[in-house]
């Protein structure tokens, strides 16, 4: 079993920036890619970075230029860091741990951008 907690999450104007983070405990070894979800009101849940084995990055077409994704080993923990953002950047933003065969989710962090 994998244990996710997000935090990082809050109310913010546009052009801010935000550092999610996503704290993993639990049976880690089996791990083969830790990433960066998020789902918009009424939107379906779309994935933004993924971190692989190796440490490749891996970004989709919504999280270009504006998005980064980094991990801290010693703490079990991956970041996701948010510049400039932008209403349409409002969502409920989750990190996902996956092994070969099954995917862990944590609760989510509610990010808002509004002015």
């Known amino acids: 079993q994998v244990q996710l907690v997000e935090s990082g999450g809050g109310f913010v104007q546009p052009g801010g920036s935000l550092r999610l983070s996503c704290a993993a405990s639990g049976s880690l070894s089996s791990i083969v890619a830790m990433g960066w979800y998020r789902q918009a009101p009424g939107k379906q849940r779309e994935l933004l970075a993924r971190?692989?084995?190796?440490?490749?990055?891996s970004y989709t077409d919504a999280a270009k230029d504006r998005f980064t994704i980094s991990r801290d080993n010693a703490k079990n923990t991956i970041f996701l860091q948010i510049n400039n953002l932008k209403p349409e950047d409002t969502a409920v933003y989750f990190c996902?741990?996956?092994?070969?065969?099954?995917?862990?989710w944590g609760q989510g962090t509610r990010v808002t951008v509004s002015s």
């Open positions: 971190i692989l084995r190796g440490d490749v990055l």
């Open positions: 996902a741990h996956s092994t070969p065969y099954y995917t862990y």
